[in-house]
DNA sequence: CGTCTATTTGAATGTACTCAAAAGCGGTGG
DNA sequence: CCACCGCTTTTGAGTACATTCAAATAGACG
């Protein structure tokens, strides 16, 4: 069982999508539990089946894939009030493809397999809440799509930064070259290049 | 009001999903309805507001994004058993930044904002639906990220071609390329390429 | 201060692009 | 039946954007 005060940046966050009850806000808390991970601590690991849905409440983590020659290509961050998990693992509960690690300490709100579906089953707001919050996540997805089609990495490089300034802040320059797609030299030259314009 | 044989196909596809009974399929198919167009239309255009959701009966649709420069970049083709939206504008009932054009001549089940929403509120395993939908379509979309850093131009062709057999038949090379994110002259350099290997 | 990690810089290379032109492929009409 | 048209694909030369590898520099932390 999960303290209220702990949770507030999550009830917050639904109460922007739905209203619960506090009957539901606080079945929602009984099920639901806290779990803190340290700096470089996984949550998921490629090969292991994601049990998780996680918001959360602090803290910063990455998605990343190892290819077959080793490289890493890192695919999302989430800070707090964003949601993580391997997704294709955790709907099918098969492997994971994907790796998520703890770049700060960080503060999760753990949402399991059973707890999910029992949540749908007892509360059908959240069954909606879920699907809006993946629905926002596939376009955002498909958009990026699209701009590491249509954008040079100069380009996709200043659009991450004017959208995610806070996130550019606390993070290595050379994973955002990973999310860029683009290597850590080559996003070190772009920088200059951008300098040097100014 | 739908005849249930014309919609055979997408009740067949519900039913892999969920479980409706006679009542439920009945009131969907007073809600939706079936349109025709013609290879060449469109069904969404950049700039105006995506008013349907549509599962394809038959027919064959591309989703494409047209640049600064006046390009076109393929987002994704819809054939039949699948769906074709822009998403971001329908679940924001804002302008488009895509465009939907029939490449055949195609037939679509259309689901209007108002009616999706009818139908969640009336029949709550249709939100459950839409739901795995739409988490299905978000893997997919992540994946392909992860795919076009990984691999080459020659290996998202390949893997386009096993995942796809189907739609690489029926559509010109040079929208295979654009949804590849290469040029028409690359990919048929590498089409060469890959028969002088054999 | 030294060590470890992250960033920068430079030269050589590679993958994919641009532009231009030629070749292939249906369909249509004389 | 073949000549022509529009559209798609192929080929080639030159170019651009981004990578690799190596080395130097800068920062962070004990």
């Known amino acids: 069982m999960i303290s209220a005060i702990q949770m507030e940046a999550l009830l917050k966050y639904m109460s922007s999508h739905i209203q619960l009850s506090p009957e539901e806000e606080a079945f929602l808390l009984s099920k639901v539990f806290v779990r803190k991970y340290l700096k470089g601590q996984y949550i998921v690991q490629q090969g292991d089946v994601c049990k998780y849905e996680c918001f959360v409440l602090s803290g910063c983590t ?11 290509h890192i695919i999302m961050f989430s800070i ?16 994971a493809d994907f790796n998520i690690q703890c770049l700060e300490n960080t503060v999760l709100v753990m949402f399991s397999y059973d707890v999910i579906e029992e949540l749908y089953a007892n509360i059908p707001k959240l069954e909606r809440f879920f699907r809006q919050i993946i629905e926002r996540a596939f376009v955002a997805s498909q958009k990026r799509i699209v701009r590491n089609f249509a954008l040079t990495a100069k380009d996709r490089y200043l659009y991450f930064r004017k959208q995610y300034p806070k996130i550019e802040q606390r993070i290595p320059q050379y994973m955002i070259a990973s999310y860029l797609g683009i290597t850590k030299e080559f996003l070190s030259k772009v920088k200059s290049q951008l300098i040097l314009e100014q």
């Open 80 to 95: 707090e009030d964003w949601w993580t998990s391997d997704m294709g693992s955790f709907i099918t509960q098969t492997p």
């Open 62 to 72: 990455k998605m990343f894939y190892v290819d077959d020659e080793g490289q890493e």
